[in-house]
Structure formats: structure tokens, C-alpha cells
């Protein structure tokens, strides 16, 4: 059973850094990409990051890039925040890109980043 | 910048047939976005439906199907129940590493 399980999620100050972690099982993790998707608390879904099979090719939405840094270990998904601002408010979300550019097949439950002082 | 358009919310009655649409605010949608769209329902993770167009992901019942309409693409739930009352998201690649999701559809089942 595939299975994707984020952590790290806390309240921080603004301008502070966390890092997120997306622990993954049950299937083959080095064989697929993977894509970090947040949710600001009552708003819709936000593309953050994604990561290709071999990390050999990552992308960021404008709103993050320069202060966040995706990455991944064995089987494990990271998620490295930098110099966070209120509206990185959200829970975040891990998801394997399935076989189609669009497709995120699975996603763990997420985990809320608070950011206020 | 191109936004990605949802339908805010929408009602349908339990038996009946509802299209909610993805659009572009700039130029049409067309399957090399390879739109995709996702069920989420209240505090839960999102789960895809239809993908690449018009393909059902696994295990989702055949009265979901995907279209395109005109300039945008569609989803069409035939035969409503009750427990597909939910958020619908449609994401679409824009190419170059970039993905869009819509706004997000809230339908009400009644």
C-alpha cells in the first residue's frame, strides 16, 4: 500500500526556516517524481515544487522560488522553507506524480506550517 | 499572468447531472494541458478523478467523466449523490514547470 506521510509542521515566526519531510513506503520511491502542494486554511489547492525521479530536474513556483528548496533522500521527500512569510500560512501536502504530467496519484494527510508572530 | 477558472460553487440535486468547468483567463484549454481533476472532500487530502483529459483514475465510478467543452475542460458527475458533495480542483500544466490549479469548485448535493 502506498503510503506518503508528511512531518515538521509547526508554528514558526515570520523570517524563520523549517524543514518539511515526506516519509514514503509501499512503492518503489526512486522510480517516480514527486510534488509538494499547499493549502492556505478555507483556500484552494497551490503547486509548490516539484522534484523529478533522480532529482536531476526541479521546479518552483514563483511564490516560493529563491526561499524554498525541494530535495529527496532514499525515501524520504524534503521540503526546505527559508525567510517564511505569513502567506506560507498552510498545510502541506506531498503527492506522487502518477504517469501523467497532471496526475498527482497519491497524497499523504499534509502538515500545517503556522506562520505569525 | 494566466489564472486558472473554477465555477465558485455549484448545486445539483441528488439524481441529477452537473458540469463544472476549467477555464483559462487567457486563451482556451485543450488536452495538452492535460487537465486533471481532483475530489477533495472536507478535511481530507485530495484524490484524483479524472486525468489527462477524460481518463477515470482508478476505482471512480463511470458517472464521472471528462470533456472538453467549447474552450475549457469538464467535468460532468451523472446521477448525483449525496456523498459526491465536495471541493473539485482541476489543475492544468502550463508547460515550462509549471502547474495551475483552478480555484476550486464547492458543489452542494440537495
Known amino acids: 500500500e502506498v503510503q506518503l506521510v508528511e512531518s515538521g509542521g509547526r508554528l514558526v515566526q515570520p523570517g524563520e526556516s523549517l524543514r518539511l519531510s515526506c516519509a514514503a513506503s509501499g512503492f518503489t520511491f526512486s522510480s517516480f517524481s514527486m510534488n509538494w502542494v499547499r493549502q492556505a486554511p478555507g483556500k484552494g489547492l497551490e503547486w509548490v515544487s516539484y522534484i523529478s525521479s533522480s532529482s536531476s530536474t526541479i521546479y518552483y513556483a514563483d511564490s516560493v522560488k529563491g526561499r524554498f528548496t525541494i530535495s529527496r533522500d532514499n525515501a524520504v521527500l524534503y521540503l526546505q522553507m527559508n525567510s517564511l512569510r505569513a502567506e506560507d500560512t498552510a498545510v502541506y501536502f506531498c503527492a506522487r506524480r502518477g504517469t501523467v504530467l497532471t496526475l498527482f496519484d497519491y497524497w499523504g494527510q499534509g502538515t500545517l506550517v503556522t506562520v505569525s508572530s | ?110
Open chain 2, 1 to 110: 499572468q494566466t489564472l486558472v477558472t473554477q465555477e465558485p460553487s455549484f448545486s445539483v440535486s441528488p439524481g441529477g447531472t452537473v458540469t463544472l468547468t476549467c477555464g483559462l483567463t487567457s486563451g482556451s484549454v485543450s488536452t495538452t494541458f492535460s487537465p486533471t481533476w481532483y475530489q477533495q472532500p472536507p478535511g481530507q487530502p485530495p484524490r484524483p478523478l479524472i486525468y489527462n483529459t477524460n481518463t477515470r483514475s482508478s476505482g471512480v465510478p463511470d458517472r464521472f467523466s471528462g470533456s472538453i467543452l467549447g474552450n475549457k475542460a469538464a467535468l460532468t458527475i451523472t446521477g448525483a449523490q449525496a456523498d459526491d458533495e465536495s471541493d473539485y480542483y482541476c489543475v492544468l500544466y502550463m508547460g515550462g514547470g509549471l502547474w495551475v490549479f483552478g480555484g476550486g469548485t464547492k458543489l452542494t448535493v440537495l
